[in-house]
């Protein structure tokens, strides 16, 4: 139970979980910042009840009493498996978590910051599919800005390759990554070139961003800045090869508005086909 892969696979004792889709990865993005007992309760309620919740992971998880409350309440509203990482010292972390489907840990190839980003392996109905959720690290302190943050989005470029190859099918990340597209409107100049690349790794290692591809044009935000500008941090990719099969991708503003949150959640739908039958 110490190690950053740790897993918890707990039935609900209560009402039973509401039936995922068989034909469909149906996942939920949400950055919980860090959000207190309380607050990590309603958010987990809110969730638990939408219908493109089947796979849900969660970023910007504290390693104090509010991220284990947001477990717990997982795993109270029918949440059948949690995997929840375990940082080594105190830090935030991702968490995934599937309503119905099978699904099992597999060992993350992310080398800095592991608890930041977990993996997992998904069956739907039959249907196999590897999952990988982000929580890209901030600009950090003035005294260490942008160590932390550069050397996760490194070690994310470094993996992403190898997860894709060895998945050797349907894979999905999704995550918080700090940065925006190249292209982004508006305009954000603190953005640096390394950024940019950092966002275009996930092309090179065989990855579609579901919104563009979905909303070549659209101009849509996950969170706000102070000046109410907005950035669209919060992001989901398909493998290229899958994209056409990606049928609903979307910026929920709900828990933005209701004070869930800072950000919005970002829904995403993917068709399965035979091709996805585990081996």
């Known amino acids: ?51 493109r919740a089947d796979l849900v992971v969660l970023t910007e998880v504290s390693s104090t009493a509010g991220g284990e409350a947001l477990i717990q309440a997982l795993t109270d509203h029918g949440y059948t498996t949690v995997i929840e990482p375990r940082p080594a010292a105190p830090d935030y972390r991702t968490v995934l978590a599937s309503r119905t489907a099978a699904m099992r840990a597999l060992p993350s190839t ?55 190859k060895e998945c050797g099918g349907l894979v999905i990340v999704a995550g918080d990554l700090n940065v925006v597209e190249p292209g982004h409107t508006p305009h954000h100049a603190v953005f640096g070139a390394w950024e940019y690349a950092f966002y275009d790794s996930f092309a090179a290692a ?39 099969q990606i049928t609903h991708c979307a910026y929920d503003h709900t828990p933005r508005r209701e004070g869930l949150s800072d950000h919005a959640a970002l829904t995403l739908t993917v068709r399965l086909t035979p091709r996805e039958q585990p081996a």
């Open 206 to 244: 065989g990855l579609t961003d579901a919104f563009r591809h979905l909303h070549p044009q659209a101009a849509d935000h996950s969170w706000f800045g102070r000046s109410g500008r907005g950035f669209r941090f919060d992001h989901a990719f398909v493998t290229t090869g899958h994209r056409d």
């Open 1 to 51: 139970m110490t190690t950053a892969d740790r897993q918890l696979s707990l039935l609900n004792p209560g009402a039973p979980p509401r039936p995922g889709a068989t034909g469909a990865a149906q996942v939920l993005l949400f950055n919980t910042q860090h959000a207190a007992p309380a607050r990590a309760r309603r958010q987990v309620a809110w969730i638990a009840a939408q219908d």
């Open 110 to 164: 992310v080398e800095y910051l592991p608890h930041r980003a977990p993996a997992a392996a998904v069956t739907i109905g039959g249907h196999a599919l590897g999952l990988l959720g982000l929580y890209v690290p901030s600009r950090g302190p003035k005294e260490r800005r942008n160590e932390a943050k550069r050397a996760f989005q490194e070690a994310v470029t470094a993996a992403l390759p190898a997860l894709v």
